[in-house]
């Protein structure tokens, strides 16, 4: 049996110079070796992979109050040299849903997402 392509034609890859760590893409994890080598080098601190942020939504459904939870993960948070903290996401498509978090996290958290 042939193996399932990905619905963005992206595959997994593993980075064994990182302990392992396996990314989403190519392009992930290439931009976490030039983190890395940021943060070595002092200009960035507290890098984190995959932070998540998540919140909750109550609604009345058939008379009774239902609530949902919801989470986004980003793929890196790091404080940048001027003491702020950033929020990465390495991208080659953007789904709907992927704008429809953004959003919402954005306005929630009061942030800025950045996009590689």
């Known amino acids: 049996m042939a193996k399932k392509r990905h619905k ?14 396996v990314f989403h893409s190519k392009k992930e994890c290439l931009r976490y070796q ?5 943060a070595v080098a002092g ?3 507290e890098l984190e992979l995959q932070p998540k942020f998540s919140w909750r939504t ?8 239902k609530c949902h939870v919801y989470s986004y993960k980003a793929d890196f ?3 940048d040299s001027e003491g702020e903290e950033v929020i990465e996401d390495v991208k080659g498509y953007r789904t ?3 704008r429809r978090k953004k959003r919402i996290v954005e306005y929630l958290f009061k942030i800025k997402i950045k996009e590689i």
Request: include cysteine.
């Open 34 to 38: 030039v983190l890395c080598d940021q």
């Open 58 to 65: 109550t609604h009345e459904a058939e008379g009774r109050a």
């Open 43 to 45: 200009e960035i601190f």
């Open 96 to 98: 709907s849903e992927y």
């Open 8 to 21: 963005y034609g992206v595959a997994p890859v593993e980075d064994r110079t990182f302990a392992g760590i």
């Open 77 to 79: 948070r790091y404080i």
